[in-house]
């Protein structure tokens, strides 16, 4: 099989030239292309964790944008890109951003998808209804904040001693939903200020509730019934 060889077939080069001139043009012209694809893309990801980042002080923002259609004629932009998304959409999952150039009329759509996630506290292994939480079925984890529907946990500490009131799987964001600190018909402690002196006395809880809830609990002595604050898995306060 014969070999072209531009040194060799003298009447040639100008031919082999001018295809090496445009080969070298071609793949200089997908380089620019492609670098400008790149310039927007990057423009677009920078613009939207400005708009972002001040949406939660512990809430990671992740933003991936889709690549734009290389066949796309991107024009050099000397005066540099502007950026613009809905306010309104910058809630969402996907974003869509307009890209547009000052000198002149062009303009083009890229779309992003935005996650966001928050560290929080995570079951470790299957959990069944009843037990009671310590720091071996627990561990931290960064969780999509859309699948945290009520309030989560940040701190293992703060959750050791609470009971599941359900089967939860591996993995779980631990809600308040999901559990109890202190569960009706528990025997918890009372605590009251009275005149400066902390009263105590023991109690039977009448309804489930985390800390923070306020729920119903009856002295266990005189078995009147009084609205109390969950302090803790074993105590809850009685404002007088």
Same mark, same amino acid.
């Given at each position: ?112 998808? !935005?996650?966001? /996630?928050? =560290? #929080?506290?995570?079951? %470790? ?9 310590? @720091? ?74 985390? !800390?923070?809830? /306020?729920? =119903? #609990?009856?002295?266990? %002595? ?9 302090? @803790? ?8």
């Amino acid at each position: 099989m014969k070999k072209v060889n531009c040194q060799i077939l003298s009447r040639n080069i100008v031919g082999c030239a001018a295809m090496l001139l445009l080969t070298a043009f071609t793949a200089e012209a997908a380089t620019t292309s492609k670098s400008q694809h790149q310039k927007v893309q990057d423009g677009a990801k920078a613009y939207l964790l400005s708009r972002l980042e001040s949406d939660s002080a512990d809430t990671k923002v992740n933003v991936d944008i889709v690549d734009i259609d290389e066949r796309i004629s991107i024009p050099s932009c000397p005066e540099g890109f502007s950026y613009d998304a809905d306010q309104a959409s910058l809630s969402q999952s996907y974003i869509s951003v307009r890209v547009s150039c000052r000198n002149n009329d062009w303009y083009l759509f890229t779309s992003a998808h !935005v996650n966001r /996630t928050r =560290q #929080v506290i995570v079951t %470790s292994g299957m959990i069944s209804p009843g037990t009671i939480l310590t @720091s071996e079925n627990l561990q931290a984890a960064d969780i999509d904040v859309n699948r945290l529907r009520h309030t989560a946990y940040t701190d293992i500490d703060g959750l050791v001693g609470a009971r599941m009131k359900r089967r939860v799987r591996d993995g779980q964001p631990v809600q308040s939903n999901m559990l109890c600190f202190v569960c009706k018909g528990d025997r918890i402690t009372i605590s009251a200020n009275v005149s400066g002196m902390q009263v105590k006395t023991a109690g039977i809880a009448k309804q489930d509730g985390v !800390v923070g809830d /306020t729920i =119903q #609990v009856v002295n266990a %002595s005189s078995q009147k019934a009084v609205i109390a604050e969950v302090a @803790s898995a074993q105590e809850v306060v009685v404002s007088l």
